[in-house]
Nanobody, 123 residues
Framework: QVQLVESGGGLVQAGGSLRLSCAAS????????MGWFRQAPGKEREFVAA????????YYADFVKGRFTISRDNAKNTVYLQMNSLKPEDTAVYYC????????????????WGQGTQVTVSS
């Protein structure tokens, strides 16, 4: 059984930064691509960023390009999301998830999810 645990969320002013972490259990973490999604109240879950198993390829939603950076440390079984220049519209619950195959952008291609961490950006 795979467990994903996010941390690092919180309340920050617009223009500020946060670093989210997602710690994974299990010995196969380095074999899988990982992604970050977010869900705001009343909205569907949306893709934020993803990273290949090796970390050599990264993918971003247009609305975070240049502001967010995804990275991973396979020795620590952890994936990160560095969020800079935060905006009030970035307010959401952020989830990490494991992708076995398929599209990086579709939530349906991810098989394990964390419980989420709340990010609130005040104006």
């Amino acid at each position: 059984q795979v467990q994903l645990v996010e941390s690092g969320g919180g309340l920050v002013q617009a223009g500020g930064s946060l670093r989210l972490s997602c710690a994974a259990s299990g010995r196969t973490f380095s074999s899988y691509a990982m992604g970050w999604f977010r869900q705001a109240p009343g909205k569907e879950r949306e893709f934020v960023a993803a990273i290949s198993w090796s970390g050599g390829n990264t993918y971003y939603a247009d609305f975070v390009k240049g502001r967010f950076t995804i990275s991973r440390d396979n020795a620590k079984n952890t994936v990160y999301l560095q969020m800079n220049s935060l905006k009030p519209e970035d307010t959401a619950v952020y989830y990490c998830a494991r992708r076995p195959r398929g599209s990086y952008y579709s939530p349906s291609e991810y098989d394990y999810w964390g419980q989420g961490t709340q990010v609130t950006v005040s104006s």
